[in-house]
């Protein structure tokens, strides 16, 4: 297997930790998204949307963190990321995709740069946006995860699975831009678990060949 990716990229992360958790390699194929690359014509032969990650196994290529970790779970299902009861299965998703479509798009480098660049948009304004977008979206993870009886050690139960491969890079852009998680005491509590693991550690943006 191959992974395109770039260190810093939340969506590859997610991907990475999945791998690892499965104990699957995948060779690393840097895709340097703070340069540019991502819009040469090489990528652009790979990846029609322009995006990491992409993961390529035996000759096919996947595209989109969510599907590649549903494919990674149902091509090898030991240790599993996704519960065996439908309901259960369908809450570990909706958290996931809390992370993947409700905060990450809207804070993404593609729309963060159309902001300061096109619009014309601050950099304290945009700083306002991100930090807006996480804490909304945050603000609804916590209240699921505090309330919820599934909710364990991790985000279900107590083995780390699809949601923690969200939530964990979610957690840690948050980091990077500064935003206060002070009212996320149960995010806090379950980054703070995964982040105790080999697989998470080994996933981490620090800890990848391209890091600078």
Not at 33 to 57: I, M, R, T
Not at 132 to 151: C, D, N, P, Y
Not at 192 to 212: S, T
């Given at each position: 297997?191959?992974?395109?990716g770039?260190?810093?990229?939340?969506?590859?992360?997610?991907?990475?930790?999945?791998?690892?958790?499965?104990?699957?390699?995948?060779?690393?194929?840097?895709?340097?998204?703070?340069?540019?690359?991502?819009?040469?014509?090489?990528?652009?032969?790979?990846?029609?949307?322009?995006?990491?990650?992409?993961?390529?196994?035996?000759?096919?290529?996947?595209?989109?963190?969510?599907?590649?970790?549903?494919?990674?779970?149902?091509?090898?299902?030991?240790?599993?990321?996704?519960?065996?009861?439908?309901?259960?299965?369908?809450?570990?998703?909706?958290?996931?995709?809390?992370?993947?479509?409700?905060?990450?798009?809207?804070?993404?480098?593609?729309?963060?740069?159309?902001?300061?660049?096109k619009?014309?948009v601050?950099?304290?304004?945009?700083l306002?946006?991100?930090?807006?977008?996480?804490?909304?979206g945050?603000?609804?993870?916590?209240?699921?995860?505090?309330?919820?009886?599934?909710?364990?050690?991790?985000?279900?139960?107590?083995?780390?699975?699809?949601?923690?491969?969200?939530?964990?890079?979610?957690?840690?852009?948050?980091?990077?831009?500064?935003?206060?998680?002070?009212?996320?005491?149960?995010?806090?509590?379950?980054?703070?678990?995964?982040?105790?693991?080999?697989?998470?550690?080994?996933?981490?943006?620090?800890?990848?060949?391209?890091?600078?």
């Amino acid at each position: 297997m191959q992974l395109y990716g770039f260190f810093r990229s939340s969506a590859a992360y997610r991907v990475r930790i999945a791998l690892a958790l499965k104990g699957l390699d995948a060779d690393q194929v840097s895709v340097h998204l703070g340069k540019g690359h991502q819009y040469g014509e090489a990528f652009a032969a790979v990846s029609p949307q322009n995006l990491v990650p992409v993961l390529e196994d035996e000759g096919r290529r996947l595209y989109q963190s969510l599907a590649i970790i549903e494919y990674l779970e149902e091509t090898h299902p030991r240790p599993a990321l996704l519960p065996n009861d439908p309901f259960e299965r369908a809450r570990v998703r909706s958290l996931a995709l809390i992370v993947a479509c409700e905060i990450h798009p809207l804070n993404n480098p593609r729309v963060l740069n159309y902001l300061t660049g096109k619009l014309g948009v601050s950099e304290d304004q945009k700083l306002e946006w991100y930090h807006h977008w996480v804490k909304m979206g945050f603000i609804a993870l916590e209240r699921r995860l505090m309330s919820e009886r599934q909710t364990g050690r991790f985000c279900h139960g107590d083995a780390p699975g699809l949601a923690d491969c969200a939530l964990v890079p979610q957690v840690a852009n948050a980091n990077r831009f500064k935003v206060d998680l002070s009212d996320f005491p149960t995010i806090r509590r379950i980054n703070e678990a995964c982040l105790a693991l080999d697989a998470f550690q080994r996933a981490a943006p620090q800890n990848q060949p391209d890091a600078e």
